[in-house]
């Protein structure tokens, strides 16, 4: 790629200038391999009041329940947001979990609060349903490390591989892809094609494609591509403070680089961190992961003790704030703006054609962790969509 290092991909979308605005730079990999570093804009939702903040969340709870909709929200949106989303009967999990519940509730419209990738998954899952998210610019380096054009081409240029994808991509990229993977069932789901004799191509996060490639074994074609939150995490400093605290166990998202996931006691998407402090005998916990996770892990386990894993500089105090800038977009404010107004600020839509093809890799995902936990399938056509499910 013969881009200068730092290009913008595009400024901030007219009307976020009026909020605080944050730029940051994320790698973008072209066809042929090649990665630059492109710049994106998070724009945060301002501060608000005591009173604001309960009209608000009057507001919202009268609009879920005239919508006939549910909230689902992820583990690093506000502790405020996830908590409306478990008082009001919806969800606040890890995006597994987000794409099953959205699909198998019944609820005509979908309340997503979390990224850009997880309002589409819903959508796709569930044509029907109206899906409404607080902000729409909310993204994901991954995703946008990742466009479908160059993914598109990348994978006509391997023909003999199984095309893997993880969930944080566009539905443009699913429609290419065999399967889709969340960091819970990534590593179970390459191993089963590995068995099968398939080598993979994997995108977009190398850090997660390294760990699955290493616990399974499989022949596994990397795209480049990172979080922008857990690429920042240091294993030197982590080292110095599980020294200090040697007591405690380390968890780790394996979107996290090598290094620090070489330091870990337990690797594990969001859903497995939160079970390990919840059902681990330790009293204290080293997390490497967006701290919007805390609020979680304390709410269940408020007697143990959560240290939050260093990002930079010399202690355990993090200098550059795990916590995703898009994660953050979710605001109050923007939740009760979409859900009394919907229409297009707010509400995602997915091409017909693009959602046609990328639900199967979905559908596969869901099949195969319905199948891996011994649950039944709901979708009689599921077993047809895992090639040799019975042999691995
Ligand atoms: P989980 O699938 O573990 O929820 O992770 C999603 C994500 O975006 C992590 O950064
Ligand atoms: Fe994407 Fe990282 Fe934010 Fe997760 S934390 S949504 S992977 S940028």
């Known amino acids: 790629m013969t881009d200068s290092l730092l290009t913008p991909a595009a400024g901030p979308a007219s009307g976020m200038s009026a909020k605080p605005t944050t730029a940051f730079e994320f790698p973008l990999q072209d066809s042929s391999g090649e990665v630059c570093l492109r710049q994106a804009w998070a724009s945060l939702p301002e501060p608000i009041g005591a009173d604001e903040k309960e009209s608000l969340l ?54 997503v609060a979390g990224v850009r990738f997880m309002g589409e998954t819903a959508k796709i899952l569930s044509p029907e349903k109206t899906v409404l998210m607080p902000d ?42 065999d399967w889709m993977v969340t960091s819970s069932c990534a590593v179970s789901i390459v191993r089963h ?15 997660l494609g390294r760990y699955v490639a290493e616990q399974t074994g499989a022949d596994m074609l990397l795209w480049e591509g990172h979080c922008i939150v857990h690429d920042e995490f240091k294993a030197v400093e982590l080292a110095s403070l599980k020294a200090r605290h040697p007591e405690s166990i380390v968890l780790v998202h394996p979107e996290a680089p090598a290094s620090v996931i070489a330091l870990a006691d337990r690797v594990g998407s969001t859903t497995a961190m939160i079970n390990a402090v919840v059902e681990n005998d330790a009293k204290s916990f080293i997390v490497a992961t967006d701290q919007g996770i805390l609020h979680r892990m304390r709410q269940l386990a408020p007697e143990k003790t959560l240290i ?54 979905i559908h596969r995902m869901l099949a195969f962790t319905a199948l891996e936990s011994g649950g039944a399938l709901t979708n009689a056509s599921a077993a047809g969509l895992i090639p040799h499910i019975g042999a691995a």
């Open 58 to 111: 009057h507001d919202i709870r009268r609009l879920l329940r005239e919508r006939n909709a549910v909230l689902v929200a992820h583990y690093y949106v506000d502790g405020v947001i996830q908590d409306l989303a478990t008082e009001t009967g919806g969800l606040v999990a890890d995006s597994l979990e987000m794409a099953r519940f959205g699909h198998d509730h019944t609820a005509q419209t979908l309340v």
């Open 308 to 361: 939050e894993a260093p990002t930079a500089g010399t202690s355990a105090t993090c200098k550059s704030c795990a916590h995703c800038p898009w994660m953050a977009m979710n605001g109050l404010k923007a939740l009760r703006n979409a859900l009394a107004n919907s229409g297009a600020p707010h509400e995602i839509n997915v091409p017909a054609e693009t959602a046609e093809k990328a639900v199967n890799c």
């Open 136 to 177: 729409l610019q909310a993204n994901c380096s991954l995703d946008l490390g990742c466009p479908a054009d160059a993914f598109s081409q990348f994978c006509d240029a391997h023909p003999d591989r199984t095309v893997v994808v993880y969930a944080n991509t566009s539905a443009a990229v699913k429609a290419r892809a």
């Open 193 to 207: 094609l590995h068995a099968q004799g398939e080598k993979i191509l994997f995108a977009p996060d190398r850090h």
